[in-house]
């Protein structure tokens, strides 16, 4: 299958990642946020979460009016993101990752987020603020459950990651996973279905890399 896009160290494939996953190169690690089964509101400026121009309404995230099967990601090394929406179809594991998006704790909304791992030992807590429009480092969110790249880096210079060269991320989004693994050196591959995120993280992955 043809890229949409491609520069020798990160590809992006536009299309259904279960229909894709075949002709792919072999991968180290699948890092993703994948569509969690909760049909998650995306209105986020027509019901009244606008703030200073910073959100907008999206599109539905494709698949998340339906549960959420991991089963094709568990013979990879793997860490899946919303992962307490269908822990009942996964093995257990030592390996969790909190995203602690400091919050208040009177919130409705949540205030962590959670991955499962089966190659990360241990709880493992990141501390970043990604409140309303408080998200530094990315002035305007580009997808509705788009998360800092500061994040996935984090999570990839953890010491039983630093060796995976190849990351695939079958629900690529905005690009975060491709983002992060470009400014770390890393070959990345992502699959997305909208092709409006294919090319938002096109643009995404054209600014300038940061300095390790």
Known sequence: ???????????????????????????????????????????????????????????????????????????????????????????????????????????????????????IKGVRIFHYLWHGYNHPGEYRLQHPTQKPKELFRWILELKWLQDKQTILDPFMGSGTTLRAAKDLGRRAIGIEIEERYCEIAVARLAQEVLPL
């Not at 606008?50 to 090394?77: E, N, S, T």
């Open 1 to 119: 299958m043809k890229p949409y896009y491609d520069d020798g160290q990160i590809t992006i494939y536009h299309g259904d990642c279960r229909e894709i996953l075949p002709s792919l190169e072999p991968v180290d690690l699948v890092l993703t946020d994948p569509p969690y089964g909760i049909n998650h509101p995306t209105n986020y400026a027509s019901s009244g979460r606008q703030m200073a121009g910073l959100i907008r309404d999206y599109p539905p995230v494709f698949g998340d009016d339906a549960p959420f099967d991991p089963a094709l990601w568990l013979q990879f090394d793997a860490v899946l993101f919303g992962a307490n929406h269908y822990a009942d179809q996964l093995p257990p594991s030592s390996g969790w990752i909190v995203w602690d998006k400091q919050r208040p704790p009177t919130l409705d909304q949540s205030t962590c987020e959670l991955a499962w791992t089966n190659c």
